[in-house]
């Protein structure tokens, strides 16, 4: 059956108030909206009543008259435009919140010197011997397009560790005195899943990649990068400003998932957290703690990496890279796998038997098929019987999509380059494809250097994804890229930069409609969270969870998508960014 039309997706409008709303509980209704509900049923609305945390009504203003009675609030919206609360399918908080608090946030450098500037002026505030951590450089964008060697670096900061991330998370540089730190020299052994990008002459150039990364990361003090708390609430206040309601946090720690918990039992945390477990963690943690389902904070997942990614030439891929066709012994050069594929596999069953939900990391054509071969392997497994049915710590019964394989929901996070031979299988599986739109927009400038005019079909392919009747949960990786879902649903309109390059978009023919864009990021984010009875549509019954925008999305030029000012943003009926 096609996914899509199972789940009866759509798009439909609804009001609410520009003002601020006082609490969670009572009632009150929002008049003179532009609602775009996301729901096949009623895609548009003017009006909409809430109560005690949910939507009691939607619709016309003769739709909500029976929610009008003596003390009830109206919030006259003047207008405004309502839609949903927009939901990051794949993120990670704490890498946001750090970029807050003394992690150095080299997104915006456009040259390995503008990087070592950065560097050399917080050398002159931090104590000698002091970590110097930064995240988001992008050698793509720098004039020489190379990957940078870290001697201009060490010269520049000879006396503190650094310790710098490019934009993926999948290479990192550093200077020499990280390395010696670290305890690493010319003479290291690359880790398997990983490589330490070396000279001409063997030496160390100081770019680890993927399982490299953690020799160096080893080093670093506990603590360097900000507390946990600290780093979720920073992150929280940016997402609520651009109005994101919820977010899919991608491999946390037990320990951070404590600190979530807390933070939802003190009232501190308003976004709704789907939290996914560190693949390697998994099995032990869900046997241990079982699936977990609150207002706030979710645990039912883990995530897994099959390969790396494209920038650092991680990305597994079916054949060679068409601008590194082989590695330094002369074998073909296919990227890297991070973990043994068998593993996964190990996992995809386990996830079955035990009820909870496997989203695994794969970017490379070749890492796509592998994780889609493991997913259906795991599809062939028993799954539990309703009567070995456990609950979760609030009494809540596991979704029932959780007892049977085949609507497990596995999901494969980012599919940037898939064969189009195993487009099809996604649906045919019924896995969830988790992508993240602005990845396309980055990516474009260098993509078809790096794997050739020939794999390009099955780059970022969401019209096809869409079309053999799978849905997109939309996301934005975010530190990786901008944590503004306004930028993804531009991206995914135009395939086209913020300037509005290449004219037409780039391979146009996979762009998404305004409709699915804005499902991406509502209904079909809740969906891939097994969440859709509570939100990501404005319908009766479901969390009061939505956003007040300053424009009209669905209909105002591409271009200005990206300038939405989110005005208000409320989550289970309280206003928790903006109003009066």
Wanted: aromatic share 6%; charged share 25%; glycine share 10%.
């Amino acid at each position: 059956m096609n996914t899509l039309a199972s789940l009866g997706l759509a798009f439909a409008v609804l009001a609410l108030g520009l003002r601020a709303a006082p609490a969670q509980t009572g009632r009150r209704v929002y008049m003179n909206a532009r609602i775009y509900t996301a729901s096949d049923a009623s895609p548009t609305a003017e009006a909409m009543a809430i109560e005690d945390g949910r939507i009691v009504g939607v619709g016309s203003k003769k739709d909500v008259l029976p929610y009008i009675d003596e003390g009830v609030e109206i919030v006259d919206l003047q207008g405004a435009v309502v839609l949903p609360g927009l939901i990051d399918a794949h993120a990670h908080m704490a890498g946001l919140g750090q970029t807050e608090v003394g992690v150095i946030d080299l997104s915006s450098t456009q040259s390995y010197e503008e990087v070592i500037e950065h560097v050399r002026a917080r050398a002159a505030t931090v104590a000698r011997g002091t970590w110097i951590l930064g995240r988001g450089w992008d050698h793509e964008r720098w004039p020489s397009g190379e990957l940078p060697n870290h001697r201009l670096l060490s010269d520049a900061a000879p006396e503190h560790p650094v310790w710098l991330s490019r934009v993926d998370g999948h290479a990192a540089l550093a200077n020499d005195a990280a390395m010696r730190a670290a305890g690493i020299d010319d003479s290291t052994d690359s880790p398997e899943g990983g490589e330490i990008l070396r000279d001409d002459a063997g030496d160390a150039t100081g770019i680890f990649v993927d399982n490299a990364q953690p020799l160096i990361e080893g080093a670093v003090p506990a603590g360097a990068r900000g507390e946990d708390e600290e780093l979720i609430l920073a992150a929280q206040r940016m997402c609520l400003s651009v109005g994101l309601t919820g977010v899919h946090d991608m491999g946390v720690s037990p320990a951070t998932i404590e600190v979530f918990k807390a933070l939802a039992a003190d009232g501190r945390l308003k976004t709704r957290m789907y939290l996914l477990v560190h693949g390697r963690l998994a099995g032990e943690y869900f046997r241990e703690h079982g699936i977990y389902v609150t207002d706030r904070v979710t645990v039912r997942a883990c995530k897994l990496y099959m390969d790396g990614a494209l920038g650092s030439r991680g990305a597994w891929m079916l054949e060679p890279y068409a601008d590194r066709a082989v590695d330094r012994d002369g074998e073909p050069y296919v990227g890297l796998t991070l973990v043994d594929p068998l593993y996964v596999d190990r996992v995809a069953k386990d996830g079955v038997q035990n009820g909870y939900q496997v989203c695994t990391h794969a970017i490379g054509d070749r890492a796509n098929r592998r994780v889609l071969d493991a997913y259906e392997f795991a599809q062939a497994v028993a799954v539990p019987s309703s009567a070995e049915q456990r609950e979760v710590p609030d009494g809540q019964p596991l979704a029932s999509g959780l007892l049977h394989a085949r609507n497990n929901r596995f999901r494969i996070e980012h599919a940037q380059v898939i064969d189009p031979a195993d487009i099809p299988r996604f649906e045919a599986l019924s896995v969830l494809p988790s992508m993240q739109q602005t990845h396309c927009t980055t990516d474009m400038r260098w993509i078809e250097e790096r794997i050739g005019p020939e794999r390009l079909a099955g780059a970022y392919a969401w019209r096809s994804l869409i079309d053999s009747g799978v849905p997109i949960a939309g996301g934005s990786d975010f530190p990786v890229e901008s944590h503004n879902p306004f930028l993804g649903i531009y991206a995914a309109v135009t395939r086209q930069d913020l300037e509005g390059h290449p004219e037409g978009g780039w391979t146009p023919g996979e762009r998404m409609t305004r409709a699915e864009a804005l499902k991406s990021f509502t209904i079909w984010a809740a969906y891939a969270a097994f969440e859709e009875d509570e939100k990501g549509t404005l319908e009766a019954g479901k969390l009061a969870d939505f956003i007040v925008i300053d424009r009209d999305i669905m209909t105002c030029e591409a271009g200005a998508i990206p300038g939405t000012k989110v005005l208000q943003t409320v989550i289970g009926g309280e206003t928790v960014y903006g109003g009066e």
